[in-house]
């Protein structure tokens, strides 16, 4: 694989933004599997355009957050987004995604080890990744796993319709 990790450019949003688009979409479908139409229906109803707007804000050149891209034959093929607090030295992978066409070929976890990389080089002492524990995250676990993340810290969302 001939991956070269570049830093965002503001040319390069509508294309993560449908990287993002395809890469969560199985993702979405698959909380309203678990928790059924009429709570996904109020739940998850603005989920998408939600995290386009978070992908917007992340990558806006006012904002904290880093944001490298990866690519191949001149195609962006998927980024990462992470953050660092200087006084607590901790930092932060945030949204990223890979092009499902290119899932499965260390992609993200190239992008990851990237960003684990970058953090260290500035002085921070752990990396967290926040990440879903539905079956639809799976593929996202393992590549931090790959990278190095453990242990971990099961969190649940539960629902009550009204």
């Given at each position: 694989m001939n991956l070269r990790i570049r830093p965002f450019e503001a040319a390069d949003l509508e294309t993560l933004q449908r990287i993002r688009a395809q890469a969560f979409a199985p993702v979405f479908r698959s909380f309203q599997n678990f928790v059924g139409e009429p709570v996904a229906g109020l739940a998850f109803a603005g989920a998408d355009a939600e995290q386009a707007e978070l992908l917007?804000?992340?990558?806006?050149?006012?904002?904290?957050?880093?944001?490298?891209?990866?690519?191949?034959?001149?195609?962006?093929?998927?980024?990462?987004?992470?953050s660092l607090d200087a006084e607590k030295r901790?930092?932060?992978?945030?949204?990223?995604?890979?092009?499902?066409?290119?899932?499965?070929?260390?992609?993200?976890t190239t992008l990851y080890s990237f960003a684990i990389d970058?953090?260290?080089?500035?002085?921070?002492?752990?990396?967290?990744?926040?990440?879903?524990?539905?079956?639809?995250?799976?593929?996202?676990?393992?590549?931090?796993?790959?990278?190095?993340?453990?242990?971990?810290l099961p969190s649940l969302w539960m629902y009550r319709l009204l």
């Open positions: 917007a804000s992340v990558c806006d050149s006012q904002s904290s957050w880093q944001v490298y891209v990866g690519v191949i034959d001149n195609e962006i093929v998927g980024f990462v987004s992470f901790i930092g932060e992978i945030g949204l990223n995604a890979v092009h499902p066409d290119h899932a499965g070929r260390g992609i993200g970058h953090m260290k080089r500035s002085g921070m002492l752990l990396a967290t990744v926040g990440v879903g524990g539905d079956p639809s995250h799976v593929p996202a676990r393992r590549a931090y796993e790959k990278a190095g993340f453990g242990p971990s």
